[in-house]
Structure formats: C-alpha cells, structure tokens
C-alpha cells in the first residue's frame, strides 16, 4: 500500500508553519513595535482584537467556501490572500493601518484549518485522522519555533518592515508546490488503488442520507448539538492559544527582563514541548481506537489528560527562574496542542464530509470570537494589574470545562443522522 497521502500530510504542515510565522511576528515584534510607536496595552489588544474580528468573519465564510469549491483551489486562494495582506504590513505606521493589514490577514489565514481539515477528510480514513490532525497542527509550533529565531535576525539587520517582506515570500514557494501536487485521491495518479481503498475504507460506515455532494444548509447544522459542542469547545479553548501567540514574548520580555535578541530560545523551548503535545495527542487518540476503545473513549480519554497538563500554567507568573518558567508554560501549551489536535477531528468523526469545513468554519468562528474578548480582556488585566497572573488562572481551568461541554452535548460522539 503507497503513502502518498502523507505527501498531502507534509503540505499541510508546511502552510500551518507558515501561516503561524505570519501571525506570530507581530507578537515577537511587540516590544520593538511599542517603543518606536509608543502603543499601550490597550492599543496592542486592539490590533489584536481586529485581527480575531477578521478571523472570526472569514472562519465562517472560508468554511462554506471551502466546502463549495474543494480544498485544493480553496487553500490557494487564502494563501494567497494572507501573503497580501502580511506583505502589506511593511508599508504601515500607526495602530489605524495595522487594525487595517492585520484585519486582511486574519481573512485570509482563517481559511488554513477548514482547507487543511477538509483535506485531512479526503485523504485520510478515521483511524488515521488523529495522528494526520496531530502532525499537521505541530506545523503552527514550528511556526512559533522559526518567527523568534529568524524575525530578529532579520530586523536587527534590515529593519522590522523586511521582516514582513522576507518571511512573506515563503508562502509563494508554498503555493506553487501545493497548485502542482495536490488533487483528490480519487484523481491523483500517484496513488495506488490499495491505498485508494484503505483511504475510503471507512466511507461505508460513514454513509448517510446525505452523504453525497450537496452542500448542507447552515440552518440545518446549527439545528445538530454536535455542531454547538465543537463550537462552544473551540470557544474556550481557542483565546488561550492567542494569548499564548501574541502574549508570551512580552511575559517573558517584563517578567524576566528579555529583549528581542533574547528571548527567542525560551520561546524555542515553549514550542518544541507544544510540537510533541500535538504529535503526542494526536498518536494517543489513533493508538487507542486502533487497540480497540471507541472513538468516543479514546477521544476524551485523550483531551481529560491533555487539560489535565495545563492546570500548573497558574503559578507561572510565580516561578523565580526563567527556566521553570518556561517549563509551566510549555507544558501547559503542550497540553493545548494534544487537546486541539484531538478536537479537531471532531467534524470528521461525526458529520458528513461535505459539511465538515462549514461546521470547522463554524467552530473557529467561535474560537475567535473567544479571542476577541481575550484580546480586551489581557490588554485592561495588563494596563490595570500589570500582571499575568488573572490571565493564567483562565488558561488553566477552561480545558475541562470545555470537555465538560463536548461531553454533555455530545455524549457518545456518535455520527449525526441529518
């Protein structure tokens, strides 16, 4: 049996990869943003908060888009979009033009998880999908991992606008690769007709009244309680991930006094321990439906031990060492990571696969919306308390809340007869 498929897995991780280092730099750029423009908190959360505002809107839109139109001419068009508008930031100086370049961005880059999830759907059977999700979700750490490494060295030495040019040409190489090699399976000619078949093996079970092409209505899934378990999940659990991406540069720059040049290997450190929380949870929740546990078991299993690891995330204001610092945060951003690449799968597991960008759509609209409001809520903790301490008690306690919700609301994770 071939394993082309997993060719389509490393595009995925490469866009993801992408995608963070455009969203991340301006986090990493935070400090040195601040003292020549002289932004406070507030005006930051506000930047911020356009940036999820967009995200939210074009979460919801792509979902529907993507679903319509497929993953492989779908993922083009929002590459191409974010590549724009993240460009478009080296031409900008004041809060009102970064709300306005940060506000296309956010169109654009919410199209990446409903392309990636829908081609997760196309190209991978259930027992797969997981530790698929997993390994292309790692892709957003190794983002986080490359923005700190190479975004100084590049503003050291060109200024902070080349850093927006430089890392914007990635995506160009991105989208010549994927226009090349990506088609459905179905059509590519370089997979095998066994891995065909393993590939749509589990189409039969999947199979419904409405297992087809046509596109289900919203009103339809927004009437399905499995639609509102992703979403009100995705609302939880999604503003800690952005707070995590555009805070943590500045935790660490006043709680332990590091500057652009030096904080970029704590930085590394949070998110290589992120990376194996991904894979990590990813391959768990695989590893246990291949040993036989249900879907639903092996899939809650999985995200009770992932919030589980987040909890000490509260005392990190409170460590005296840089380095235990780093270890409470990366371990809490590990367990984000092994809980998110778990959810993720949940569309696939149970709705149909012509709906399963719309209800990711749907979903990540929620979760910005989330970090909206987290946007305004860390920005007033921080001009007002001058501390991280309120915004880490909320990270370390809504991971169980969110399972608590996908559990009363979807119980069995049983596939929904529409």
Same mark, same amino acid.
């Given at each position: 049996?071939?394993? #082309? ?61 993507? %679903? ?6 779908? #993922? ?21 033009? =970064?709300?306005?370049?940060? =506000? ?97 093996? %589990? ?31 995705? =609302? ?22 590091? %500057? ?10 949070? #998110? ?45 204001? #409170? ?29 696939? %597991?149970? =709705? ?67």
């Amino acid at each position: 049996m071939g394993r #082309y498929r997993w060719v389509i897995c490393a595009l995925l991780f490469a866009a993801t990869s992408i995608n963070y280092v455009d969203r991340q730099i301006l986090g990493v750029l935070k400090p040195t943003l601040q003292l020549e423009f002289g932004w406070t908190e507030t005006s930051f959360g506000d930047v911020v908060f356009w940036f999820q505002a967009a995200y939210a809107l074009g979460y919801f839109g792509f979902g529907r888009l993507i %679903d319509r139109i497929g993953a492989r001419l779908g #993922y083009a068009a929002v590459v191409v979009l974010w590549t724009a508008a993240h460009v478009a930031h080296a031409f900008v100086g004041s809060v009102g033009g =970064f709300i306005a370049v940060r =506000f296309a961005l956010g169109l654009g880059e919410s199209g990446n998880f409903p392309a990636a999830l829908k081609a997760i759907a196309e190209w991978f059977p259930q027992q797969e999908r997981a530790l698929a999700t997993g390994i292309f979700v790692a892709g957003s750490n190794v983002g986080a991992i490359i923005t700190p490494l190479i975004v100084p060295f590049i503003a050291y030495r060109w200024g902070w606008r080349a850093a927006f040019i430089v890392t914007g040409s990635f995506s160009l190489v991105w989208l010549v690769l994927w226009l090349k090699v990506y088609r459905r399976p179905q059509e590519h000619p370089k997979v095998s007709a066994e891995e065909l078949a393993f590939i749509r093996g %589990d189409l039969r079970q999947e199979a419904g009244p409405l297992q087809g092409t046509t596109t289900i209505p919203w009103h339809t899934l927004l009437k399905v309680p499995e639609t509102w378990a992703y979403a009100l999940a995705r =609302f939880l659990i999604d503003p800690i991930w952005w707070m995590f991406l555009f805070w943590l540069p500045d935790f660490f720059a006043k709680r332990y006094h590091l %500057d652009l040049e030096h904080f970029g290997p704590p930085l590394v450190l949070v #998110y290589l321990m992120s990376d194996a929380g991904s894979i990590s949870g990813g391959w768990l929740s695989s590893r246990l439906v291949r040993a036989g546990y249900t879907v639903n078991r092996a899939r809650k299993l999985t995200m009770l031990l992932a919030s589980i690891l987040v909890v000490p995330v509260m005392f990190a204001m #409170y460590a005296d060492s840089l380095g235990l610092a780093v270890v409470l945060v990366g371990i809490a951003t590990a367990g984000h990571q092994a809980f998110s690449a778990t959810l993720y799968t949940f569309p696939s %597991d149970v =709705f149909p696969r012509q709906a399963v960008a719309s209800v990711v759509g749907i979903g990540g609209t929620a979760g910005a919306i989330g970090g909206m409001l987290m946007a305004k809520y860390a920005g007033w903790v921080l001009d007002s308390m001058g501390s991280y301490t309120p915004i880490f008690i909320v990270a370390g306690t809504v991971y169980a809340t969110a399972l608590m919700v996908l559990h009363l609301l979807s119980p069995r994770l049983k596939r929904v007869a529409m």
